[in-house]
């Protein structure tokens, strides 16, 4: 239990650890409420562990404290911020590097970042351009993986259990290993390769660089550079050939091919993009389709409105661009499933939260998953209600999280997408039901997941 609450909560801390040693000279942010450090060497760590999960501990931490809280990694303190309120005055809208992809960087030992605002907001149109492109140049391939996968369940009897976590994981793994990186992954061996790596790196990112176990383990350690040298080898190998070739199919690494970027800085930024985009699109999907078994009442007006919109013609992207409602469902399922439960931003220069002074180069953690359950802001926060999206202040509100809009992360962009074709596909010919007597429990991590498999069972409309 011990070693699953360490993995659950180094993900972050090894970034604050990243962060603590590139800037050793960062200030105690002195009068901001909070927690003693529980031991001198390790702070609050031990509790971190016992609450299961840094979300869960924050969770705690903002119970007792309100908003803006203090706790200690080692001997330095940490702030953190849980309602929409304080995010507001300290969210710079002219921010342009994204936590997510600068955590992912620090964890990977990456060093291309650093970049000043021009070139941030360059690589940034770069992303947004490469998104956009590979979607709708594979458009026609995210239908026929999303069609495959219908008939594999429309060939299962009604009585049996679905493994939804294994089946998403693959189809999520098949999708977009071919819309980022090309037609080397419609062998389904090389994705079967790319998966396992992809699941060691994964796994290891932040576990042992906290406490230096990985170091201290030979056999995980060459496992773990094993797994990295590999993936960066195929891509380096599909980089070349994306450069001197030209190719009918548009993918997101032609976006980068293209722009004015050196190979480390395409090498990086297709890593940080394959690893989070896979991952990201997994959990989405499974979350979706958890929450839509559980509400029949949502997942009957979610079919209303693709069959409204598609009939019995084929399923376009103009089309797709019509599904408000389960554009709703899947921002109410990241909400919900709080999927990305913490960010992080370094504070460049000294700021000020209501009252409180934040010095510069404090470490200041976004609490998502805490402002995502706040009842001021989210009217029955436990409720998975997607009809609160149908709401202006609610979508902005959103955006300002970094979960829509112009704030969002290019993979949950992404993600977004490839949820929205299958649950087309998937909602026009069959119902999804829950097995009874279930319990999902969830798993806090970098991205939210459930601790074990999620089964369920699906009977045809027609």
Known sequence: MLDFAIFAVTFLLALVAAVLYLYPASRQAAGIPGVTPTEEKDGNLPDIVNSGSLHEFLVNLHERYGPVVSFWFGRRLVVSLGTVDVLKQHINPNKTSDPFE?????????????????????????????????????????????????????????????????????????????????????????????????????????????????????????????ALMQLESILKKIIKERKGGNFRQHVFIDSLVQGNLNDQQILEDSMIFSLASCVITAKLCTWAICFLTTSEEVQKKLYEEIDQVFGKDPITPEKIEQLRYCRQVLCETVRTAKLTPVSARLQDIEGKIDKFIIPRETLVLYALGVVLQDPNTWPSPHKFDPDRFDDELTMKTFSLLGFSGTQECPELRFAYMVTTVLLSVLVRRLHLLSVEGQLIETKYELVTSSKEEAWITVSKRY
Not at 103 to 126: C, D, F, I, P, W
Not at 181 to 197: C, L, P, R
């Open 102 to 226: 600068t955590m992912l960087k620090s964890l990977l030992r990456y060093q291309s970042g650093g970049a000043n605002v021009n070139e941030n907001h360059t690589r940034k149109k770069l992303y947004e351009n490469g998104v956009t492109d590979s979607l709708q140049s594979n458009f026609a391939l995210l239908l026929k993986l999303s069609e495959e996968l219908l008939d594999k369940w429309l060939s299962y009897p009604e009585s049996q259990h679905v493994p939804l976590c294994q089946h998403m994981l693959g189809f999520a793994m098949k999708s977009v290993t071919q819309m980022v990186m090309g037609s080397t992954f419609e062998d389904d061996q090389e994705v079967i390769h790319f998966q396992k790596n992809h699941g060691t790196v994964w796994s290891e990112i932040g576990k042992g660089f906290l406490d230096g176990s990985l170091d201290k383990s030979t056999t995980r350690k060459k496992q773990y550079e094993d």
